[in-house]
């Protein structure tokens, strides 16, 4: 039996070392007992596995009807999301026969050569646009981004699809930054795994000496965790 998507996809987060446990101090100022590293995604072998996880999730979601098959073109903001966007690209193509371009943005904008504000695929009125992200926080790169997007062409946002759904409420609200995304800008949002999947695979993945992952310490820490701050 296939393991689920989500298992498998944390299997690859421990292996790549991009899921740590620990104390950490998150950009909203949150001590957090585990963080997600992007970051570790640093070689060729790696992005494109993680390229991959994106282009299954993104078709399981064709397929529920919850996106649309014909996705023009798959935007990663700068700068974390642009090898997310080419990977995922490569991926749909390679893996799923789904032609698809991908785009980023420039930080700023470009007065020589091709010029513009955009990388790859350009935007054109109509066209079907797919974000990518890693992890959500706050949502804040988003309503920097959709700005962008609009001010190119009138696109349509279909949807954003995230590594890991931390599923935490933000800072000045009971609603997880996800759900407050989605109510304000109308397209849905996906993650290939959110946290308590994540915690209760890590509890059945073993180390290489034969202890799991996620251990009942860790657990706690993390439920007690998301008793706080969870959404």
Same mark, same amino acid.
């Given at each position: 039996m296939t393991a689920s998507l989500d298992h498998r996809f944390t299997e690859f987060l421990l292996e790549a070392q991009a899921l740590k446990f620990g104390e950490f101090t998150l950009k909203s100022g949150r001590q957090s007992p585990y963080f997600i590293n992007a970051g570790a995604f640093n070689d060729g072998r790696k992005i494109a596995r993680l390229g991959s996880f994106y282009a299954e999730k993104i078709i399981a979601e064709i397929e529920a009807g919850n996106l649309p098959k014909d996705i023009d073109t798959v935007f990663g903001p700068a700068y974390k999301g642009i090898p997310l966007g080419v990977s995922t690209a490569i991926a749909l193509t390679n893996a799923h026969g789904m032609e698809v371009g991908y785009t980023f943005d420039?930080?700023?904008?470009? #007065?020589?050569?091709? !010029? !513009?504000?955009?990388? !790859?695929?350009?935007?054109? #009125? !109509?066209?079907?646009?797919?974000?990518? #992200? #890693?992890?959500?926080t706050a949502g804040t790169a988003v309503r920097e981004v959709i700005p962008k997007l609009k001010a190119e062409a009138d696109v349509e946002v279909v949807g954003l699809v995230l590594s890991v759904d931390r599923m935490e409420k933000t800072k000045d609200s009971d609603t997880s930054a996800v759900k407050a995304v989605e109510a304000e800008f109308g397209f849905p949002v996906f993650a290939i795994a959110n946290v308590k999947e994540i915690f209760e695979a890590g509890q059945h993945i073993q180390t290489a000496d034969g202890a799991p992952y996620v251990t009942p310490e860790i657990k706690a820490a993390a439920e007690a965790y998301l008793a706080r701050y969870g959404a």
């Open positions: 420039r930080k700023e904008k470009k #007065d020589h050569g091709d !010029g !513009g504000m955009m990388v !790859g695929a350009q935007l054109k #009125d !109509g066209m079907k646009v797919l974000l990518v #992200d #890693d992890v959500m």
